[in-house]
């Protein structure tokens, strides 16, 4: 089984900052991309920022300049940090990894890859 948990959600007011965890476990191989996306009520999941193994990121326009996406692959492990948070930022974020796969008990890859999301960790930004 794999799991994403997500943290450090919560509440923050305008202009401050925060910084998302995602940690991914399980049997994993390898990872293609991870990212970032959230969800504000009444409007579609959108993609906030992505990073694939070995290349460029890739952001949301509303986002870029103010926030930053990194990982670490030897962790399964990634990061958002979001500076300069405006109330339109307020939506439950989910990380999501995806062309995951996995591992098989030789530890060698298992045919196909999967896409995984975490449950979600709420960011509101009082204005």
């Known amino acids: 089984q794999v799991q994403l948990v997500e943290s450090g959600g919560g509440l923050v007011q305008s202009g401050g900052s925060l910084r998302l965890s995602c940690a991914v476990s399980?049997?994993?191989?390898?990872?293609?991309?991870m990212g970032w996306y959230r969800q504000a009520p009444g409007k579609p999941r959108e993609l906030v920022a992505a990073?694939?193994?070995?290349?460029?990121?890739n952001y949301a326009d509303s986002v870029k300049g103010r926030f930053t996406i990194s990982r670490d692959n030897a962790k399964n492990m990634v990061y958002l940090q979001m500076n300069s948070l405006k109330p339109e930022d307020t939506a439950v974020y989910y990380c999501?990894?995806?062309?995951?796969?996995?591992?098989?008990?030789?530890?060698?890859?298992?045919?196909?890859?999967?896409?995984?999301w975490g449950q979600g960790t709420q960011v509101t930004v009082s204005s």
């Open positions: 999501n990894a995806d062309g995951v796969r996995l591992k098989s008990p030789w530890g060698t890859p298992r045919v196909g890859e999967f896409r995984y």
């Open positions: 399980g049997s994993i191989f390898s990872i293609y991309s």
């Open positions: 990073i694939p193994s070995g290349g460029s990121t």
